[in-house]
């Protein structure tokens, strides 16, 4: 789904206008989201 992953960079990036530090640690969190389902995926619990 290419138009739900860009409109989450895009507003992603606006709220980096105003509160960088926010969408830094709202990156990570997501990408720490996003190595656990694959890694729950790659042993097949999902």
Known sequence: ???AFTFTL???A?????CPMRAI???GVRMATLR??????A???V
């Open 10 to 12: 895009v507003s992603n």
């Open 14 to 18: 606006i709220a980096g206008l105003r």
């Open 36 to 41: 656990a389902m694959l890694a729950a995926g």
């Open 25 to 27: 640690f709202q990156a």
């Open 1 to 3: 789904m290419p138009s």
């Open 43 to 45: 042993s097949g619990a």
